[in-house]
């Protein structure tokens, strides 16, 4: 019986894998790309830039986003305290590069329906001037490329994509536990955006029309989510998001798993309440994850009862699993380094032992992964830069405003 089982399974992975590679296929070949204009497109464009806390490269990152090379820009550095410990930072910034046009505003308003990060987007957008015809969003956390801006607001040319985004990828100066399984968990998450035309909110383009076209700004002020509304606001505006593949952010921080285990349930949790494909998402994680827990029991089973032909295809089942889903990881390494690179970013190459660490990580990411989803269905509240947000349904309702502290210290805040 148990023989039977471990051969079901093994034709179940074979499955998985044919279907993994298929969808990935059958998802490049009806990927809708853009039409590229024949001249720059460079429209004039707010960079809205939210801060809450001073992230360990906010120094970097304000530097770089205030020496892009576009012409026509101006960034908001938009805070909700003038107490924020962020504020030195951004002061300092503006006094070294000040031929760029920026300004520094204190949120007059913050709503108790939503993040603190959609409050400051609303009163960004809500107060722009009608001279400008994109508005792009960064997170703190990111350092983009000179070329960055140019780059990310190309698609916006086209009328069929309203919205455009970049990727983010992980490459940390140290690579513990933590930082392992948030870069696996993230390379992952890199192909379902492309699948689903998923935006990240830290480095997402918006034509000024989407706003007129939709009732993003409404939806802003009653989620906790900035990207995965977006993608709702464009399917009712009937556009494409722009998933710009030739643009990976790195994030070179190190985190713990204590705080990627966070940090990772809140993600499930947004994508849960509000996209739209949760259900094939869900599918997907599921189909991903369950058969190496299933095929590592046959094998213990085998083990115990000295039953060879269990062990055998049970490993034979297992290195097929690795070897189909995870085979195009180093693929995706390469390719998205040669990318990097292209952008003036060092990246080293990786250790032996570095790459021995990685796949040991694999099972421990399908773990903490598995985790985050059974706590989904008992999660009430979510904490994000050092704010609770207790949800009913999809309605958000902010438990206590309080300005952010350097002594207040939030585990992978920066994530």
Known sequence: ??????????????????????????????????????????????????????????????????????????????????????????????????????????????????????????????????????????????????????????????????????LRWYIPDQPNPGSLVRYLWNAAAVVQQELYQIPWGGSLALRRDLFTKSDLLEQWKHSLSTDTVVKNAVRHAKGNVAVVLSLFLVNRETCSLRAFHHWVKRQVFVCKLYHSAWGAILTQAVLITLPQVLIAGTFLAGLIQQDGQVVLWSAISFLLYWAGVFGTLPIMENAIRQIVRRHGEPVEKWSFRQTLLTFAMVPVTQGVYISALFWLHFIRRVEWRGIEYEVT???????EYRPYTVGHVEEGRSL
Request: proline share 8%.
């Open 1 to 166: 019986m148990l023989l039977i089982v471990t051969l079901f399974l093994f034709w179940t992975i074979l499955l998985v894998v044919v279907i993994h590679y298929g969808v990935l296929v059958l998802s490049r070949c009806k990927r809708k790309e853009w039409k590229r204009s024949e001249t720059k497109f460079t429209p004039k464009t707010m960079v809205l830039l939210p801060l809450r806390g001073a992230d360990p490269s906010l120094s970097e990152s304000l530097e770089r986003v205030l020496t892009q090379d576009y012409p026509n820009y101006h960034v908001q550095f938009i805070l909700d305290s003038a107490d924020d410990p962020a504020l030195p930072y951004v002061e300092a910034a503006l006094k070294k590069w000040e031929r760029q046009p920026a300004e520094i505003i204190i949120m007059d308003e913050i709503f108790s329906t939503c993040s603190l990060k959609n409050s400051a987007l609303y009163q960004g957008v809500r107060s722009l001037d009608p001279s400008f015809d994109a508005v792009v969003i960064l997170d703190a956390d990111t350092n983009p490329p000179s070329g960055w801006l140019q780059e990310l607001v190309a698609p916006l040319a086209d009328p069929q994509f309203p919205a455009a985004t970049a």
């Open 393 to 399: 349904g999809k309605q958000v309702r902010m438990v």
